[in-house]
Nanobody
Framework: QVQLEESGGGLVQAGDSLRLSCAAS????????MGWFRQAPGKERGFVAA???????KYAASLKGRFTISRDNTKNTVYLQMKSLEPEDTAVYYC??????????????????WGQGTQVTVSS
């Protein structure tokens, strides 16, 4: 079992940067692929980014270049650095984890564990 807790969300202005953190429980964090998804009001949960147990990164095409995912296995934490935020980035951001797998990274159904989410609101 893995428990995930996100932090770092908040209210920012367009153009600002924000870093989300996700702390994971358990002693096998380094063996998990980690990901971030987001869900805006009235929309489905969508893929943002993922980082494999080996450190390879994957991004939603529309977000690549503005968002950066990273992990610190010594702290059991994954990060999402967001820059040049836009009002369209407003959403609840969810951290997710799965045991290392070759299954597609961008499908939420391929992840086993989810955090409660953290709200990011970008004002114009």
């Amino acid at each position: 079992q893995v428990q995930l807790e996100e932090s770092g969300g908040g209210l920012v202005q367009a153009g600002d940067s924000l870093r989300l953190s996700c702390a994971a429980s358990g002693r096998t964090f380094s063996s998990y692929d980690m990901g971030w998804f987001r869900q805006a009001p009235g929309k489905e949960r969508g893929f943002v980014a993922a980082i494999t147990s080996g450190g390879s990164t994957k991004y939603a095409a529309s977000l690549k270049g503005r968002f950066t995912i990273s992990r610190d296995n010594t702290k059991n934490t994954v990060y999402l650095q967001m820059k040049s935020l836009e009002p369209e980035d407003t959403a609840v951001y969810y951290c997710t984890a799965r045991q290392s797998s070759f299954m597609i990274y961008s499908s939420s159904s391929n992840y086993h564990y989810w955090g409660q989410g953290t709200q990011v609101t970008v004002s114009s």
